[in-house]
């Protein structure tokens, strides 16, 4: 199973708004449409801000929101802020309780 | 408060063997399955193993199957990955997550420890 495909970095100015995608195969997303993003901070864990595709854990921004298309997932960022400057990475469960991660995308805020 | 920590990294040679530690507070350890993330320098988070809420299943990505054993003692709140044959394509920062299993998704991570496989 390959990582599944993320552009290497995005970037936007406070306020704007910046979305991620997230590339896989039908084997990948297709038949359970598991997707989650994780945010990581250097020096911390990842932490979950979307899960099956577009439901947000409590307490996650209403600014982030997730959606689905064929066999590419999205991640969207509203109104950017200082803060939300990290690493983004999808993952998808694709059976077998096998998991498969996107390579990361660099989230710059100019 | 719920809490994973990692410990047992270090440098080892390649070849030699390693293992880590996950601890676990705050939650009923014993009702979660647990999985082993892994982040190289410079690269992207890789899903290495995962084993069941009561350790009757393991499973393994082809990159460490046959090297990497998880277990996990209910007992001791605590989840382990033993690494043996280690090669220097397995420096990494070792995480570990709690599996949700309403959500698909890994809701508690650790803050991970450092693995380099030097000589």
């Known amino acids: 199973q390959s990582a599944l495909t993320q552009p290497a970095s995005v970037s936007g100015s406070p306020g704007q708004s910046i979305a991620i995608s997230c590339t896989g195969t039908s084997s990948d997303f297709g038949t359970y449409n598991l997707v989650s993003w994780y945010q990581l901070r250097p020096g911390k864990g990842p932490k979950v801000i979307i899960y099956e595709g577009s439901r947000r854990p409590s307490g996650v921004s209403n600014r982030f929101s997730g959606s689905m298309s064929g066999n590419t997932a999205s991640l969207t960022i509203s109104g950017l802020q200082p803060e939300d400057e990290a690493d983004y990475y999808c993952c998808s469960y694709v059976g077998s309780s096998v998991w498969i991660f996107g390579g990361g995308t660099k989230l710059t805020v100019l | 408060q719920v809490h994973l920590v990692e410990s047992g990294g270090g440098v080892v040679q390649p070849g030699k063997a390693l293992r880590l530690s996950c601890a676990a507070s705050?939650?009923?350890?014993?009702?979660?399955?647990i999985h082993w993330v892994r982040q190289a320098p410079g690269k992207g988070l890789e899903w290495v193993a995962a084993?069941?809420?009561?350790?009757?299943?393991?499973y393994y990505a082809a990159s460490v199957k046959g090297r990497f054993t998880i277990s996990r003692d209910n007992s001791k709140d605590t989840a382990y990955l033993q690494m043996d044959s280690l090669g220097t394509e397995d420096t990494a920062i070792y995480f570990c997550?709690?599996?949700?299993?309403?959500?698909?998704?890994?809701?508690?991570w650790g803050q991970g420890t450092m693995v380099t496989v030097s000589s």
């Open positions: 997550a709690k599996e949700n299993t309403v959500m698909f998704a890994f809701d508690i």
């Open positions: 705050g939650f009923t350890f014993s009702h979660f399955g």
């Open positions: 084993i069941s809420y009561d350790a009757t299943n393991e």
